[in-house]
T-cell receptor, first 111, second 114 residues
Framework: KQEVTQIPAALSVPEGENLVLNCSFTDSAIYNLQWFRQDPGKGLTSLLLIQSSQREQTSGRLNASLDKSSGRSTLYIAASQPGDSATYLC??????????FGSGTQLTVLP | SAVISQKPSRDICQRGTSLTIQCQVD?????MFWYRQQPGQSLTLIAT?????????ESGFVIDKFPISRPNLTFSTLTVSNMSPEDSSIYLCGGGLSSGNTIYFGEGSWLTVV
């Protein structure tokens, strides 16, 4: 059974810092990996999707990497802003496209 | 991309009653999923909603408790039956287009059972 772990569970940084969120998964036979953002009281916003054949994806200040063989992904956020404060969720997909989620990293960016 | 709308967005329900949550997508999606997010927890897959046939349930979830319908490629419903306080959660609908692999989610339905 696939298990997804996210470290750290919570992170607090001053505005302007670059930061890295970590995600690991136990079964490397994934179809793709997706990073989401969840604001308090809201649903999920898709940030980036990395196909299993890809190594990284970039969108604006966000860069996600994937090392499928070691079961790891990182989400890099450059020049963090208070508006980046949210919970970030990593999820991996099998061939049936169901997502298995990690428990999330709660990010607080202090002004 | 796909925009997913859920109704109700929030509700307070009496123990023992049932509530049906609706999920409407603005595009035809090949895959639709229902997830539950209990307070302080991550998302757990309840079932995959299959068009015109019975949903595929994950271990620990049964049709009698969580009946699901999906009459077409843009709409699905999840009913939470005979609710107890343990059913207080956010219920999220997710969908995937045939043209890509991204799964999109709605804003969720926040249920509190008293």
């Amino acid at each position: 059974k696939q298990e997804v772990t996210q470290i750290p569970a919570a992170l607090s940084v001053p505005e302007g810092e670059n930061l890295v969120l970590n995600c690991s998964f136990t079964d490397s036979a994934i179809y793709n990996l997706q990073w989401f953002r969840q604001d308090p009281g809201k649903g999920l916003t898709s940030l980036l999707l990395i196909q299993s054949s890809q190594r990284e994806q970039t969108s604006g200040r966000l860069n996600a990497s994937l090392d499928k063989s070691s079961g790891r992904s990182t989400l890099y956020i450059a020049a963090s802003q208070p508006g980046d404060s949210a919970t970030y969720l990593c999820a991996v997909s099998g061939s049936a496209r169901q997502l298995t989620f990690g428990s999330g990293t709660q990010l607080t960016v202090l002004p | 991309s796909a925009v997913i709308s859920q109704k109700p967005s929030r509700d307070i329900c009496q123990r023992g009653t049932s509530l049906t949550i609706q999920c409407q997508v603005d595009s035809q999606v090949t895959m639709m999923f229902w997830y539950r997010q209990q307070p302080g927890q991550s998302l757990t897959l309840i079932a995959t909603a299959n068009q015109g046939s019975e949903a595929t349930y994950e271990s620990g979830f049964v049709i009698d408790k969580f009946p699901i319908s999906r009459p077409n490629l843009t709409f699905s419903t999840l009913t939470v039956s005979n609710m107890s306080p343990e059913d207080s959660s956010i219920y999220l609908c997710g969908g995937g287009l045939s043209s890509g692999n991204t799964i999109y989610f709605g804003e969720g339905s926040w249920l509190t059972v008293v």
